[in-house]
């Protein structure tokens, strides 16, 4: 098994398939569930970066069954009566917030797709004890423990306490996604739309409808035209 990092964010650019709408933040924030014997929790509550004896580890698992897992494991880890040997299951998320057609809506976007974060001990030699490692690899969609020669690698702890503040922050407020770059005078292309591959710059941003308006050229003039904030991307100054 080779060794890779995933830590690094790389797999957070990934978008839609991965994403899961939400009617309002509070109510989303409010399902996370936790444990009070201080076993596994999906995301409020973090404080040390790894609790006594315990370390990080990433576990991959099928796309789009992340959240699966995690539960499926945390039901199991109280179950089973093992919260001394493994400690928070987390799927780390951003929440966003996008307008279309003047209609807003909340995301959880995973940033990391394929990828269970596990806080667990293991043997001295740095191994999984059996009946741990059993339990997880018959989990439902369960993939390897990121590391080699058979052994989980642990995560370093600037990674660790990276993720777990980005968990930290999961239940504030979003903003409206992709809005927060863009200003006015920005060089910008429109994406989507019946002025697609039209190229401008920005005139006016206006968040609180998730819209920005442009100037493009038409027929050789210059002429104003309000987008959805989505339909356009920023492009270099180059």
């Known amino acids: 098994m080779a060794d890779d990092d995933v830590t690094q964010g790389e797999a957070g650019a990934q978008d839609t398939?991965?994403?899961?709408?939400?009617?309002?933040?509070?109510e989303a924030a409010a399902e996370a569930p936790k444990s009070e014997a201080g076993g596994p929790q999906k995301a409020a509550g973090i404080e040390d970066a790894?609790?006594?004896g315990m370390q990080w580890y990433v576990l991959r698992v099928a796309s789009n069954r992340e959240d699966q897992v995690c539960t499926s494991l945390m039901r199991k880890v109280e179950i089973e009566g093992l919260t001394e040997r493994i400690?928070?299951?987390l799927v780390p998320t951003q929440r966003e917030k996008r307008m279309r057609a003047g209609v807003a809506k909340v995301y959880d976007k995973k940033l990391y797709p394929g990828y269970v974060f596990v806080e667990m001990a293991v043997e001295d030699d740095g191994s999984i004890p059996e009946d741990i490692w059993f339990m997880i690899k018959e989990t439902m969609s369960v993939g390897d423990?990121?590391?080699?020669?058979?052994?989980?690698?642990a995560m370093k702890t600037h990674d660790v306490e990276k993720m777990l503040a980005v968990v930290e922050k999961a239940s504030e407020q979003p903003t409206?996604?992709?809005m927060a770059g863009m200003k006015k005078g920005d060089a910008i292309k429109v994406?989507?739309?019946p002025f697609e591959n039209f190229e401008g710059e920005i005139?006016?941003?206006f968040p609180d409808k998730g819209q920005v308006r442009v100037i493009v050229s038409i027929f050789g003039r210059p002429t104003p035209?309000?987008?959805?904030y989505w339909q356009v991307e920023l492009t270099s100054d180059e």
């Open 145 to 153: 423990f990121i590391g080699s020669d058979g052994k989980p690698t």
């Open 17 to 26: 398939p991965q994403d899961t709408p939400q009617a309002e933040p509070k």
């Open 203 to 205: 005139d006016e941003v």
């Open 225 to 228: 035209i309000e987008l959805e």
């Open 191 to 193: 994406k989507e739309g």
């Open 50 to 52: 790894s609790r006594d």
């Open 87 to 89: 400690g928070r299951i």
């Open 176 to 178: 409206l996604s992709g």
